[in-house]
């Protein structure tokens, strides 16, 4: 969208005519209305693509036989009953009712929503420790050649191991960390395997930033007589934004990922991946009550991409291209 | 840009070449760039370097700009080695494309050196502002380059290549991207500037209308292995006022005549019963 419109404004300014600005100022007034209008064109086929889901959801639980669809013993399509397919509306009227029978019970949306609050916390802190080792990966990657030879092919083997494997261990070394004051918490050892799964996107996608600078500047910079930190910091990084910016969504969905995950595997209290289990154990007698920490996961995955998506809209002079009419 | 001059009485050669070779290992052996090069260039002297490819001239720019190392002979720049010179920052350069940071507006853009070497944020804008004057990009200071055309990005990178007051400009074929309307009109802001600053400047083009036009002298490379073939003084303006160069002279006699001269000098010494004159060889 913004490169559409950078386009057009460039279009506009042939060749320093004075009339270049205002007829470029028009370009960007107009590009800026049509850019509110694709938001809203965007936001719509989003509810549509919900309301689609909503649709086959109850279109299917209305067609299909009630014990699914079975061929040769196996089943190919799930049960349609109301306890493995609730109603949609089931589900959404479930959110607003208490979560257990006790009068003091608080509503369900409300127990899901501080569960989400607090993995969201805590797969902040994961992505937190992922960017600054993933950066930090990638500087020392693209600073010294041999670095990236020996780290990359581990960088990319780590991602093969199995989350639910090590984080027990995880957690059982954590429990003998002390050092003075400072005690290792369980939410902690969740952190650290949020980390494990957001720094991979992050190193990746830095190193191959900061890599990006064309031959013409990194030879400027060295015309200039700049050193190492000067480099990186008045090009290398400004360059590696566009890089960045996927890199650190992707990584945020990942310590959302793997904190819920490790939530499970740890059996952490408060957060959402707990409450996932413990109302999925319920669902024979109260099957919508299930979903609703299912829509808080996805909820949270959202925000999680969402937020790094404000971080572009911050940094959107960095996504510039050097390209021109 | 006026106090800096450099009509200074101390007579250094603004580059001193000699014997300089220049050879590439490559996989399929070595390649000679260079060979035997020696070349002075004086203060305030205007050089272009011209050639078919591969004759070596953007190496030659290369080496006096220290982005190269040559593998035999001298190379000085104000009598001091290159790197030094380098480091001094003693020379402006602007290559074939403009190389301007995306994320950076056109005034930060020309700041950029002045940034890196930490000259005050106040002097700073003084002096951005008066080098976007130079080049007529005012009022496109808060401007970024992808909404400047190729010539104003060009101009830009002229601008940013003068801020430290470089007593020699290194320019390699910076209007080779450029059409020859826009590329002509930049020539003749070329002359104005260069006569302006009063800087030394190394030009490497295809282009031998545009040699004759800017230069006092045109260096005729000859390629495998590159060599120099002659050094064509220009009359137009060797003698003459810089700033007089002006449009017209691209109409004059004596300017086909110099034409003629280096398109000879291109072909070997002998003379070309080529086309009607003034069409151009690039």
Same mark, same amino acid.
């Not at chain 1, 919900?50 to 009630?66: C, D, Q, S």
């Not at chain 1, 992505?127 to 990236?148: D, F, K, S, T, Y």
């Not at chain 1, 083997?157 to 954590?174: D, E, H, M, R, Y």
């Not at chain 2, 800017?214 to 002659?230: E, N, Y």
């Given at each position: 969208?913004?490169?559409?419109?950078?386009?057009?404004? =460039?279009?506009?300014?042939?060749?320093?005519?004075?009339?270049?600005?205002?007829?470029?100022?028009?370009?960007?007034?107009?590009?800026?209305?049509?850019?509110?209008?694709?938001?809203?064109?965007?936001?719509?086929?989003?509810?549509?693509?919900? &309301?689609?889901?909503?649709?086959?959801?109850? /279109?299917?639980?209305?067609?299909?036989?009630?014990?699914?669809?079975?061929? #040769?013993?196996?089943?190919?399509? +799930?049960?349609?009953?109301?306890?493995?397919? +609730?109603?949609?509306?089931?589900?959404?009227?479930?959110?607003?009712?208490?979560?257990?029978?006790? +009068?003091?019970?608080?509503?369900?949306?409300?127990?899901?929503?501080?569960? *989400?609050?607090?993995?969201?916390?805590? #797969?902040?802190?994961?992505?937190?420790?992922?960017?600054?080792?993933?950066?930090?990966?990638?500087?020392?990657?693209?600073?010294?050649?041999?670095?990236?030879?020996? &780290?990359?092919?581990?960088?990319?083997?780590?991602?093969?191991?199995?989350?639910?494997?090590?984080?027990?261990?995880?957690?059982?070394?954590?429990?003998?960390?002390?050092?003075?004051?400072?005690?290792?918490?369980?939410? @902690?050892?969740?952190?650290?395997?949020?980390?494990?799964? =957001?720094?991979?996107?992050?190193?990746?996608? *830095?190193?191959?930033?900061?890599?990006?600078?064309?031959?013409?500047?990194?030879?400027?910079?060295?015309?200039?007589?700049?050193?190492?930190?000067?480099?990186?910091?008045?090009?290398?990084?400004?360059?590696?934004?566009?890089?960045?910016?996927?890199?650190?969504?992707?990584?945020?969905?990942?310590?959302?990922?793997?904190?819920?995950?490790?939530?499970?595997?740890?059996?952490?209290?408060?957060?959402?991946?707990?409450?996932?289990?413990?109302?999925?154990?319920?669902?024979?007698?109260?099957?919508?009550?299930?979903?609703?920490?299912?829509?808080?996961?996805?909820?949270?995955?959202?925000?999680? *991409?969402?937020?790094?998506?404000?971080?572009?809209?911050?940094?959107?002079?960095?996504?510039?291209?050097?390209?021109?009419? | 840009?006026?106090?800096?001059?450099?009509?200074?009485?101390?007579?250094?050669?603004?580059?001193?070449?000699?014997?300089?070779?220049?050879?590439?290992?490559?996989?399929?052996?070595?390649?000679? =760039?260079?060979?035997?090069?020696?070349?002075?260039? #004086?203060?305030?002297?205007?050089?272009?370097?011209?050639?078919?490819?591969?004759?070596?001239?953007?190496?030659?720019?290369?080496?006096?700009?220290?982005?190269?190392? +040559?593998?035999?002979?001298?190379?000085?720049?104000?009598?001091?080695?290159?790197?030094?010179?380098?480091?001094?920052?003693?020379?402006?350069?602007?290559?074939?494309?403009?190389?301007?940071?995306?994320?950076?507006?056109?005034?930060?853009?020309?700041?950029?050196?002045?940034?890196?070497?930490?000259?005050?944020?106040?002097?700073?804008?003084?002096?951005?502002?008066? &080098?976007?004057?130079?080049?007529?990009?005012?009022?496109? #200071?808060?401007?970024?380059?992808?909404?400047?055309? /190729?010539? @104003?990005?060009?101009?830009?990178?002229?601008?940013?290549?003068?801020?430290?007051?470089?007593?020699?400009?290194?320019?390699?074929?910076?209007?080779?991207?450029?059409?020859?309307?826009?590329?002509?009109?930049?020539?003749?802001?070329?002359?104005?500037?260069?006569?302006?600053?009063?800087?030394?400047v190394v030009f490497v083009t295809h282009s031998i209308p545009e040699a004759v036009f800017l230069s006092d002298r045109v260096v005729v490379m000859s390629p495998r292995p590159g060599r120099i073939q002659q050094v064509v003084p220009m009359r137009l303006g060797a003698e003459a006022e810089r700033a007089a160069r002006t449009e017209e002279l691209r109409e004059e006699r004596a300017f086909f005549d110099m034409v003629?001269?280096?398109?000879?000098?291109?072909?070997?010494g002998s003379p070309v019963s080529s086309g009607p004159r003034g069409v151009e060889t690039r």
């Amino acid at each position: 969208m913004t490169d559409l419109r950078e386009r057009e404004t =460039a279009d506009a300014v042939p060749g320093g005519v004075p009339g270049g600005i205002r007829s470029a100022g028009r370009a960007g007034r107009v590009g800026r209305s049509r850019r509110a209008g694709r938001t809203a064109a965007a936001w719509a086929w989003g509810l549509v693509g919900i &309301l689609a889901l909503a649709l086959l959801w109850e /279109g299917y639980k209305f067609l299909a036989p009630a014990d699914g669809v079975v061929i #040769a013993g196996t089943r190919v399509l +799930p049960r349609s009953t109301d306890l493995a397919m +609730p109603h949609v509306w089931d589900m959404i009227a479930r959110l607003a009712e208490p979560v257990t029978r006790s +009068p003091s019970a608080q509503p369900l949306w409300l127990v899901v929503l501080l569960a *989400a609050l607090t993995t969201l916390g805590i #797969a902040a802190a994961g992505w937190l420790v992922g960017v600054v080792v993933g950066i930090g990966l990638a500087l020392v990657m693209q600073r010294w050649r041999i670095a990236e030879w020996g &780290l990359l092919p581990w960088i990319v083997l780590s991602q093969t191991v199995p989350l639910i494997a090590f984080a027990p261990v995880v957690k059982s070394w954590g429990s003998r960390v002390e050092i003075g004051a400072f005690e290792w918490q369980d939410w @902690m050892s969740v952190a650290l395997i949020a980390s494990y799964l =957001a720094f991979f996107p992050i190193a990746v996608g *830095a190193l191959k930033g900061l890599q990006s600078p064309d031959r013409i500047h990194t030879e400027l910079m060295q015309t200039y007589a700049a050193g190492y930190w000067q480099t990186l910091v008045k090009l290398r990084f400004p360059a590696a934004v566009p890089y960045l910016l996927p890199a650190l969504r992707l990584g945020a969905a990942n310590a959302v990922i793997g904190a819920v995950v490790a939530e499970v595997s740890t059996g952490l209290q408060g957060g959402i991946g707990r409450i996932l289990i413990q109302f999925a154990g319920q669902a024979s007698g109260d099957p919508a009550k299930a979903w609703g920490p299912i829509f808080g996961a996805i909820v949270l995955g959202l925000v999680a *991409a969402g937020s790094v998506a404000l971080l572009g809209a911050i940094l959107k002079n960095y996504r510039r291209s050097e390209e021109s009419a | 840009m006026t106090e800096a001059t450099p009509t200074t009485p101390d007579s250094t050669a603004a580059v001193e070449v000699r014997g300089v070779d220049k050879v590439f290992e490559t996989r399929t052996g070595q390649v000679h =760039a260079l060979d035997a090069i020696d070349l002075v260039i #004086a203060p305030g002297e205007f050089i272009s370097l011209i050639g078919p490819s591969g004759c070596g001239k953007s190496t030659l720019m290369r080496l006096i700009a220290d982005l190269d190392e +040559p593998t035999g002979g001298t190379l000085t720049v104000f009598g001091k080695t290159a790197r030094q010179a380098r480091l001094d920052q003693d020379y402006g350069i602007a290559f074939q494309q403009a190389g301007l940071l995306p994320w950076r507006t056109v005034a930060a853009n020309v700041a950029l050196p002045l940034e890196l070497h930490g000259v005050g944020s106040a002097e700073r804008r003084s002096r951005v502002e008066h &080098l976007l004057d130079m080049v007529g990009l005012s009022d496109f #200071a808060d401007r970024y380059p992808d909404q400047l055309s /190729g010539g @104003m990005q060009q101009r830009v990178a002229i601008a940013r290549a003068l801020a430290e007051q470089p007593r020699l400009l290194l320019m390699d074929e910076p209007f080779g991207a450029l059409d020859e309307m826009t590329r002509e009109k930049m020539q003749t802001e070329l002359v104005r500037i260069s006569a302006e600053t009063g800087a030394a400047v190394v030009f490497v083009t295809h282009s031998i209308p545009e040699a004759v036009f800017l230069s006092d002298r045109v260096v005729v490379m000859s390629p495998r292995p590159g060599r120099i073939q002659q050094v064509v003084p220009m009359r137009l303006g060797a003698e003459a006022e810089r700033a007089a160069r002006t449009e017209e002279l691209r109409e004059e006699r004596a300017f086909f005549d110099m034409v003629t001269a280096v398109r000879e000098a291109l072909h070997g010494g002998s003379p070309v019963s080529s086309g009607p004159r003034g069409v151009e060889t690039r």
